[in-house]
């Protein structure tokens, strides 16, 4: 059955320009993008996205981890991969949560590494189940940016709406 996977590419993999090594490991799945783009991390989006790890003592560290605060790049990559198993082919890919258990050749495993305030820079992140990924999905992307039907929409109308266009 076809599934939607969330990956993030994290500040520290932009910093370290991962981004192609990383998109090549993850295109041995054979899965299809069907959302990318760069994105600012507002406070309220990481908050939101690790709301399940909010009592966790590290919490305060994996949001100022993705907001890029603690590298200097203020953004990550997000994209939707979609196909067969796709949570469990980009969550093999990517490898275990603590990088230095992570399998050696797993992306964790090849270029993540606990800092000495003890967080977990794992280059990417990966939604953990179905649930998850719906979830995660609809907090990064508007229906618009993806290129296929993932989830049910609707339409509404507003009033005085006003957006950018081009000059
Ligand atoms: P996952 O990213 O493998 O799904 P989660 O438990 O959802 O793992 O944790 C989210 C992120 O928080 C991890 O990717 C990692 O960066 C960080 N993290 C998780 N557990 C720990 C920990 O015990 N110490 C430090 N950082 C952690
Ligand atoms: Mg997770």
Redesign the pocket.
């Known amino acids: 059955m076809n599934q939607a996977a969330l990956i993030l590419i994290k500040p520290d993999g932009l910093k370290k320009s991962l981004t192609g090594n990383i998109l090549t490991r993850l295109s041995e799945t054979k899965l299809e993008i069907v959302a990318a783009k760069m994105a600012r991390v507002s406070r309220g989006l990481a908050e939101e996205h690790?709301k399940h790890?909010k009592d966790k003592p590290?919490f305060e560290e994996?949001i100022r981890?993705l907001r890029g605060e603690l590298h200097d790049r203020r953004k990550v990559m997000a994209l939707v991969y979609w196909g067969k198993e796709a949570i469990k082919k980009c969550r093999e890919l990517a490898g275990a949560?603590n990088p230095e258990e992570a399998e050696p050749t797993s992306i964790r495993g090849s270029y993540g590494r606990i800092t000495t305030s003890?967080?977990?820079?794992?280059v990417i992140?990966?939604s953990?189940n179905e649930l998850e990924a719906e979830r995660e999905i609809k907090l990064w992307f508007a229906p618009e940016e993806i290129i296929v039907e993932l989830y049910p929409k609707k339409e509404v109308s507003e009033r005085d709406f006003k957006r950018a266009v081009w000059a």
């Open positions: 690790y790890l590290f994996i981890y949560t003890g967080v977990y820079e794992n992140h990966v953990s």
